[in-house]
RNA sequence: GCGCCCGUAGCUCAGCCUGGACAGAGCAACGGACUUCUAAUCCGUAGGUCGCAGGUUCGAAUCCUGCCGGGCGCGCCA
């Protein structure tokens, strides 16, 4: 509705200007003025204008102004500061249309399939804070395509086969010297102990290089499914996969399926985009040279002139990591001519995790590809008409590398479809490291922050940093709330801790490096998580506690106002003058145009911003006005019915972060 | 060496894409507001050569060039 009214003012503007300056202009630009007073959008045009028609812009914007007819949406236009024209919108049918869109629910969705692959944490340890920017970076992301009337569909890539896996049956046998049997009965947190023993894997190669003939024969025994050994990483490897899942739902995070690289090999899909590959020469066989026997991708460099040749197939004959992600890259397009099976591994079900039984599978069912078909049907995963991957900036180099793959193989359209969406990444800031007690070294002290590192076991654990908030949020919950019963507390403490945690991952622009601080990550003040669920709680209370303030009044007398309240406009037209109210108005309006924007830049950070924004001015109307000892019945509904678009607002624009809203505070 | 990103208040960051009205928040500091729809809040004070130097423009934190400082990436590792 707030789009609609931009649209249809800029096009009337743009209209009035060709006919009156015989000026086509393309399309207008558009800003929010400094100052409430100073209008509801202003247009910079008479500033471009000025000089083709040789004229002051005040000058113009001025005679515009006087010569005009306002559109029904719009009450005047204005001229303003040094050329602008500003517009003032006609506010009682704003309010009233704003109303009625907030109670529309987003739009089902239709169209094309978006593929959107987050997460993809290798299955050998323990998810960290980075891992944690990267699920809530691409669930966001998921919840607003869908909000948006996208089709989505959720992949996270399982890498089983890879030498990290190795690394960790490394450390199992050779390390600790333990059976299949005595690792099952390893109790939880596995993925944890996991954490530690790559670290002490890692530390072990180190001290004799030679060890590392152990990682190279697992990791060949893996690969070429050879039991025990693949039994071995199979158990480990999807008992970490579970662990991740349980995590990332703590945090609110779900999926879809779960392709593995296992079945990409076993399938041969790299053998079929290698077929592909050869035949469209979109990669070249190297006779001699440093690169003999290697097949190689030659990449223009960034400026044309330097060319990059990245390997592929290396001279003994094993593909590269990027040549998987390219056979990869073709399936989610539907390219590759070949498609994996799949079974169901485990539901989503009340909040938690189960293995998948005997039960029907659903929307709650998260698949997982194999070789052989299940009993259950296929669901027809992949063939998307867009693929999004969420993968920390460091990456950029071998997604450029996979575009460019899918374009040598003709298919230019999939490749101006892929995305790379990209982030930076978290490291811990120097307060952090000694908080951990971790000793850095003297290069590293100089270092503004330090990269989390899964092989030297320098990290913060997802888990233990959302224990972390959850224990405090708790102690804040209990000093607030003694009357409710304690699982309700814990509830609520749960809440806020995963608003806290998801607005914090959230609020950094993409391109900024978090630099992990405790501190900040578990401040419940200020620009955080639970000061916009306060904000929603705090307008929930308003209607809580409405009949208990007035038996006069209750929720479906104030409902019965407000349906003559739009009957007569007249009645709030003083009202609607009120500046204060009229901007957390307008805040509430521009959701829309933030969700635009969000999903267009991909920078989750604007939408954060725009919740906080909108949270500060509803708390600044919740002290001016004091709604529940209001006499005055029409202001009283008026009000109320302010207070409810906000929280309606508020509501949305949080679920959209993933940010539940507990019932008390 | 080449490529990408960053440099804005004591600290953490918005604003830069799409140039425009006195450069904004939060935290920390200081002062104030709880018999009130819960103070996880609100109000006020203080704090800035927007890294530096040029250029383009009526107008530059924003666009261009150069420089300085920091980060990351450029493996027959994944």
Known sequence: MFLKRIEQTERHLRHFIAQYFAVELERLTVEIPPRIEFGDLAFPFPFELAKTLGRSPRQIATELVEKIKTPPQVERFVAAGAGYVNVFFERISFFKDLYSWLHNPFPEPTGE??????TNINPNKAAHIGHLRNAALGDTFVRLLRACGRKVEVQNYIDNT????????VGFRQLH???LKQIKSIGEPFDHYCWDLYAQVYQWYSQDKSRLHYRERTLKEIEGAQEPTSQLAEYISMRIVLAHLKTMLRIGVRYQVLPRESEILRLKFWEESFQQLKEKKAILYRDDGPQEGCWVMRLPGENGDSVDEKIIVRSNGTVTYVGKDIAY???KFGLLGKTFHYRPFCRYQDGEIVLHEDQVPDDDTVWLTTIQPSPYKDP????????????DVRQSYLQRVVVEGLRRLGFAEQADHSVHFAYEMVALSPTCCSELGIELSEEEQKKPYVEVSGRKGLGVKADDLINKLVEKSLEEVNARQKDLPLE??????????????RYFLLKYTRSSVIAFDFTEALSFEGETGPYLQYSVVRANNIFRKL???????DISVWEDNCERMWEEPNSIAELMDDNQVWSLLLQVARLEESIHQTARSMEISYLAKHAFNLAQQFNLFYHKYHILSERDPIKKCFYLTVADAARRGLFKTLDLLGIQVPERM
């Open 113 to 118: 399939k978006i593929i959107v692959e987050h």
């Open 162 to 169: 890879g030498v990290q896996v190795a690394d960790v049956v």
């Open 177 to 179: 010297k333990m059976s």
């Open 329 to 331: 890259q073709l399936w």
């Open 380 to 391: 027809d995963f992949g063939q998307g008409n867009s693929v999004y991957n969420v993968i």
């Open 488 to 501: 309700k507390r814990k509830e609520i403490a749960h809440q806020i801790a995963i608003g806290a945690l």
């Open 547 to 553: 009949e208990a303030s007035d038996p006069q009044w």
